[in-house]
Antibody
Framework: QAHLVESGGGVVQPGRSLRLSCAAS????????MQWVRQAPGKGLEWVAV????????YYADSVKGRFTISRDNSKNTLYLQMSGLRAEDSAVYFC??????????????WGQGATVTVSS | QSALTQPASVSGSPGRSITISCTGT?????????VSWYQQHPGKAPKLIIY???NRPSGVSNRFSGSKSGNTASLTISGLQAEDEGDYYC???????????FGGGTKLTVL
């Protein structure tokens, strides 16, 4: 049974940094593209970033480009999202999700439970 | 403002059918067969119900179906059931700096 578990969320002051982790189990992690999607309170889904199955390419939403970095460690079956220069508008539940394919466009079929990030002074 | 446009809400009676539209451009929905649909219940993670415009993942009811015409994709739910209530989001690959775009979401109410 494929499973994703996020960790690392919390309350952080504006301008500070935070790193989210997403531990994968029950499937061959290195075969799948992985994505981060966020959802602000009461709002819709917003795509954040994707990393290819082998870590060779990363892409970001314009709203986080230059501030967030997605990475993965296939030896540890873990996905990361390093967030810096955090703003109030980054406050959201952050979901990690598995793409069905190697890249980013085959549909996200496994999702974590979400990690809550609150940016507030 | 979301990249893809969905109606804010739709409703239908049990047993009937509803259709949710998702309108984009030739740079996303219209240009590629990479449209996905997700169902989300309150407080839960989204669930993939349609991918590549028309395909259903294993285990998803055949009451859910997808289609596309031009720049608009559609999700149809037939034989509405109470458990279908929730939020539905479309998503597409986009040939822009934002690789993946979502719709704003549609709240489905089963009357």
């Amino acid at each position: 049974q494929a499973h994703l578990v996020e960790s690392g969320g919390g309350v952080v002051q504006p301008g500070r940094s935070l790193r989210l982790s997403c531990a994968a189990s029950g499937f061959t992690f290195r075969n799948h593209g992985m994505q981060w999607v966020r959802q602000a309170p009461g709002k819709g889904l917003e795509w954040v970033a994707v990393i290819y199955y082998d870590g060779s390419q990363q892409y970001y939403a314009d709203s986080v480009k230059g501030r967030f970095t997605i990475s993965r460690d296939n030896s540890k079956n873990t996905l990361y999202l390093q967030m810096s220069g955090l703003r109030a508008e980054d406050s959201a539940v952050y979901f990690c999700a598995r793409d069905q394919g190697h890249y980013h466009h085959n549909g996200m079929d496994v999702w974590g439970q979400g990690a809550t990030v609150t940016v507030s002074s | 403002q979301s990249a893809l446009t969905q109606p804010a809400s739709v409703s239908g009676s049990p047993g009937r059918s509803i259709t949710i539209s998702c309108t984009g451009t030739s740079s996303d929905v219209g240009g590629y067969n990479y449209v996905s649909w997700y169902q989300q219940h309150p407080g839960k993670a989204p669930k993939l119900i349609i991918y590549d415009v028309t395909n259903r993942p294993s285990g998803v009811s055949n009451r859910f179906s997808g289609s596309k015409s031009g720049n608009t994709a559609s999700l149809t739910i037939s034989g509405l059931q109470a458990e279908d209530e929730g939020d539905y989001y479309c998503s597409s690959y986009a040939s822009s700096t934002t690789l993946v775009v979502f719709g704003g979401g549609t709240k489905l109410t089963v009357l």
